[in-house]
């Protein structure tokens, strides 16, 4: 099984940009789909972002939608969240997550995997 590790999240002011990265140990990686959700303070986790095993399919949450960019790069075995006008409701904690379904079905909530997290906070 896939394990995962976030990293790249911090304090920001609303209107800035963070990147957000998630590395995947094991040689399996380009049997998952790959995606992002947050938990906010008080609120249930939600869905972000996926993108497919190869990277040619994506899905964004609407709230996030033009603004963040979900890619993979295989031959690193590591996936990144580029967040750019980030606003104060975008502060969570952000998990990675894998599935050996579609894209598709890990945006629905089939997952195999999780990371620990990493927190995001945009302040006003």
């Known amino acids: 099984q896939v394990q995962l590790v976030e990293s790249g999240g911090g304090l920001v002011q609303a209107g800035d940009s963070l990147r957000l990265s998630c590395a995947a140990s094991?040689?399996?990686?380009?049997?998952?789909?790959v995606g992002w959700f947050r938990q906010a303070p008080g609120k249930d986790r939600e869905f972000v972002a996926a993108v497919s095993r190869s990277g040619s399919t994506t899905y964004y949450d609407d709230s996030v939608q033009g603004r963040f960019t979900i890619s993979r790069d295989n031959a690193k075995n590591t996936v990144y969240l580029q967040m750019n006008s980030l606003k104060p409701e975008d502060t969570a904690v952000y998990y990675c997550?894998?599935?050996?379904?579609?894209?598709?079905?890990?945006?629905?909530?089939?997952?195999?995997?999780w990371g620990l997290g990493t927190l995001v906070t945009v302040s006003s």
């Open positions: 094991g040689r399996t990686f380009t049997s998952y789909a």
């Open positions: 997550a894998a599935s050996m379904s579609s894209a598709f079905k890990l945006r629905d909530g089939s997952l195999d995997a």
